[in-house]
């Protein structure tokens, strides 16, 4: 009887319901095999670009994609479908394998770091809602109202001896938003230091100028502004990423030697005390050559400078970062992705290894299996790496500048 009943049960179900839940199964199941091979092999065209982004903040989920698709081999292989069960297992053993090289390779690489990760980390939990404490408003151009949002530090972790954090977002010089961090700006604020997250000019039209002097303009007007709300602003360290990091170094660079404007001032801020570019295109030529993210280079680049290197070769040395290195620059920390298909792990190792050349103090880090902008995902390992490594510089080198 109870042989029946199975029978029965089984043949309520359509064959045809039966076979495009099988077929979509197998579809899905080497989708996330593809996907995860692409993570671990990230210079496949598109596919690597894709899959890393993807794969690289969370691979733990891919693990449990991979365990899931083994049971399934393990059902079929009873059902005796044999081939069904062949595929499921070469797919599970790819997904589950080399999710868990990627897993695993980034904790080793945090352990190495000696950056905690927590339990939220792993598991790829979206970014907080961290809103500023203060709005503050510090120009007005072409317009429009030039503003900085500022996350405090609370009673429990007063700034003390720390400098002020000027954040300057990314967005390829188009895009983006003041707001684009806010985890991370609440999170640095916790350990004493104000963070000052600022608008600039976006293209278009070309900004090349213009977003560099916004920034001087940022720093020197906020230097005052933000005193109002017990914020020590007699120091300060720029800190962005990708065309945020491009800026930050750029200003910083070219405030130490004098060779840089502010839109709102004739008089120049004092340089910061340090730098901080995370996956930052900080040799426009370079990226423009590269033309990296399935063509999207060469869009900022040219979007940023009105055109090509041929045509404005003095718009791309005005506006990167890597034509303003010379002996007595301050620290500046250098992180990016290992796997970073718009501006290569290669361009930032050479920003590197030419302030090293300088005899600049320079530290750089190259977080494994990680794309562009890896820190999206605020709750991620290459997330937890990242903000980690910028305490750690900020504790210590421009605490102490």
């Known amino acids: 009887m109870n042989a029946r009943v199975r029978t029965s049960s089984r043949s309520a179900v359509p064959r045809w319901v039966r076979r495009t839940a099988l077929g979509l199964g197998l579809v899905v199941s080497g989708l996330v095999a593809l996907i995860t091979l692409g993570a671990i092999v990230p210079a496949v065209p598109v596919l690597g670009y894709y899959a890393t982004t993807w794969v690289g903040p969370r691979p733990l989920w891919y693990v449990v994609f991979g365990l899931l698709i083994a049971v399934g081999a393990v059902v079929a292989w009873k059902r005796g479908t044999r081939r069904t069960a062949v595929w499921t297992t070469a797919t599970s053993a790819v ?9 695993i390779t980034q904790l080793l690489y945090a352990h190495a770091q000696n950056v905690p990760v927590s339990t939220a980390d792993v598991l790829a939990v979206d970014q907080p809602t961290a809103p500023p404490d203060h709005v503050i408003n510090f120009d007005r151009v072409e317009g429009r109202t030039l503003r900085a949002g500022l996350w405090a530090p609370r009673a429990a972790h007063p700034q003390g001896d720390k400098p002020m954090v000027v954040w300057i977002h990314g967005g390829g010089f188009a895009t983006g938003s003041r707001y684009q961090r806010a985890g991370d700006y609440r999170w640095l604020a916790n350990h004493g ?42 120091r300060t360290v720029l800190v962005g990423g990708s065309a945020g990091g491009s800026l930050a170094l750029n200003v910083a660079y070219g405030l130490k030697t004098g060779r840089i404007a502010s839109s709102c001032t004739a008089r120049l801020p004092a340089p910061p005390v340090a730098v901080a ?70 361009r930032v190792r050479g920003l590197a290894d030419r302030l090293r050349q300088a005899q600049d103090d320079v530290r750089f880090n190259a977080i494994p299996y990680s794309d562009h902008a890896f820190d999206d995902t605020y709750h991620s390992i290459a997330g937890a ?17």
């Open 95 to 103: 997904t589950a394998i080399g999710a868990a090289t990627v897993l």
């Open 193 to 234: 230091y104000p963070v000052l997250s600022i608008d600039y000019r976006l293209t278009p039209p070309p900004r090349w100028k213009d977003a560099s002097d916004d920034v001087v303009c940022a720093m020197s007007r906020l230097a005052r502004l933000a005193r109002p709300y017990g914020v020590d602003t007699s």
């Open 277 to 346: 570019g995370f996956y930052p295109a900080a040799d426009l030529k370079g990226t423009w050559q590269d033309n990296g993210l399935l063509g999207y280079g060469r869009e900022i680049t040219e979007g940023y400078t009105g055109g090509t290197p041929a045509q404005y070769p003095e718009r791309y040395a005005y506006a990167s970062a890597i034509n303003r290195i010379r002996p007595g620059l301050m620290p500046s920390l250098l992180v990016t992705g290992a796997s970073d298909h718009l501006i290569r792990e290669s």
């Open 385 to 401: 790496v990242g903000r980690n490594l910028l305490l750690r510089f900020l504790n210590g080198t421009a605490s102490r500048a």
